[in-house]
């Protein structure tokens, strides 16, 4: 079971760092944040939240951003 009600993994910056992003909750006006940073040229994961190196939601998410490298 995850903490986090959505998390999403589609945007990539300049430098190829994929931003996986999280809410809490489904309420739109809720802000989200990042927890999570995956480098798409080196594969390496920097975890903003430590919740997410455990979390299975956010591990499927980073893996999704890892097997298109």
Do not use: C
């Amino acid at each position: 079971m995850s903490i986090w009600g959505e998390i999403r993994n589609d945007f990539i910056d300049d430098d190829g760092i994929a931003h996986i992003d999280a809410w809490l909750t489904a309420d739109d006006n809720e802000e989200g944040k990042v927890i999570a940073k995956v480098d798409t040229l080196t594969g390496s994961v920097e975890y903003i939240d430590p919740r997410a190196e455990t979390d299975e939601y956010a591990q499927e998410m980073i893996r999704d951003v890892e097997s298109i490298l």
